[in-house]
C-alpha cells in the first residue's frame, strides 16, 4: 500500500496547520536552502540559461534577473496559455527572455524591450548561444516609445513586465489594450521588494498596475519571494 495516509502517527513534522495567508506574519517557509532544491529539482538551468544567469556577475551589471523556478512557472504559463506572440519590457541579460521563448512554438516570437544597450548585447548574445536568435527581437529603447512600435505585431499572448517600477501603471495599461482575451499579463517584483504600500511614487504606481489591472483581466497575485502578478485578459 503507497503513503495515502498523510500522517504517520511518528508526532508532527509540519507546524501546527495554519491557513497559507498566515504567512503574511512573515514567515514563509521559503529558506535559501529550500529555495536553491526546489530550483535544482524542478527547474535546473542547462547550460544556456546558466550563462545567462550568470552575466551578470562576469560582466558588472545588476543580478536582478529572475529566480530559476519563477522563469520557468513564466515559462509553463506561456505554454498553459499557448501563447505565441510574446512582449517583455526589461531584457537584462536574456534570462527570462530564454525562459519565454522556449515555451513558444517554433513560429512563435518575443519582442524584449531594452533601454540600456550595454545589457541588450549581453542579451543578443546569450540568446545566439541558446539557439534563440529567430524568435527574439531585442529592441533597444526607453519602453514607453518602443511599445508603440510593436503594435502591429499584436495582438499579444502575453506581456511580462520587469522594468522600471515607477511606470508598472503604464505599462499595464498597455498590456490590456494589446494583450488578446485569455492572454496573460506577468508582472515580477509585484510585492515592490515589500514596499507595495509605501508612500512613495513607484509605489503608488506599482499599487496603480495591480488595480488597473484587475478591470481588464481576471487576477491573481502569486507570492513568489518578490511577488508575480497574473492576469488572465477577460
Ligand atoms: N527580465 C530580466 C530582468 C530585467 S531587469 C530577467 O529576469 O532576466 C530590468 C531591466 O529593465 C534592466 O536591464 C534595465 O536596464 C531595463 N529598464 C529599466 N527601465 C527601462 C525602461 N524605461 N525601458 C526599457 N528598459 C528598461
Ligand atoms: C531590481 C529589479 C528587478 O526587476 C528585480 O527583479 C529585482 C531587483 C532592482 O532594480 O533592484
Ligand atoms: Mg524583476
Redesign the pocket.
Known amino acids: 500500500m503507497f503513503g495515502l495516509r498523510l500522517s504517520s502517527g511518528g508526532g508532527p513534522r509540519y507546524p501546527p496547520l495554519m491557513a497559507d495567508d498566515d504567512s503574511r506574519t512573515g514567515s514563509t517557509y521559503l529558506t535559501p536552502s529550500i529555495v536553491d532544491w526546489l530550483a535544482t529539482t524542478h527547474a535546473p538551468n542547462d547550460p544556456a540559461l546558466q550563462a545567462a544567469y550568470d552575466t551578470p556577475k562576469e560582466t558588472g551589471i545588476?543580478a536582478?534577473?529572475?529566480g530559476a523556478s519563477e522563469g520557468k512557472v513564466l515559462a509553463m504559463l506561456l505554454r498553459l496559455a499557448s501563447a505565441r506572440r510574446v512582449v517583455e519590457i526589461?531584457t537584462l541579460a536574456g534570462y527570462s527572455t530564454i525562459h519565454l521563448a522556449r515555451a513558444l512554438p517554433d513560429d512563435g516570437h518575443v519582442h524584449s524591450v531594452e533601454f540600456d544597450p550595454k545589457h541588450a548585447e549581453l542579451a543578443r548574445a546569450n540568446l545566439a548561444r541558446a539557439g534563440l536568435a529567430h524568435k527574439v527581437t531585442v529592441h533597444i529603447g526607453p519602453a514607453l516609445e518602443v511599445l508603440p512600435t510593436l503594435v502591429p505585431y499584436g495582438p499579444f499572448c502575453a506581456v511580462f513586465v520587469?522594468?522600471d517600477?515607477g511606470n508598472y501603471d503604464h505599462y499595464g495599461a498597455w498590456a490590456a489594450a494589446h494583450v488578446r482575451k485569455g492572454g496573460l499579463l506577468l508582472g515580477?517584483?509585484a510585492h515592490y521588494?515589500g514596499n507595495l504600500l509605501d508612500d512613495s511614487a513607484p509605489a503608488a504606481a506599482m499599487r496603480r498596475f495591480h488595480e488597473q489591472a484587475r478591470s481588464f483581466f481576471d487576477t491573481v497575485c502569486i507570492p513568489t519571494p518578490?511577488g508575480l502578478l497574473l492576469g488572465v485578459r477577460k
Request: charge should be negative; aromatic fraction near 8%; glycine fraction near 8%.
Open positions: 545588476p536582478i534577473h529572475v526589461g520587469d522594468a517600477k515580477d517584483n521588494f518578490d
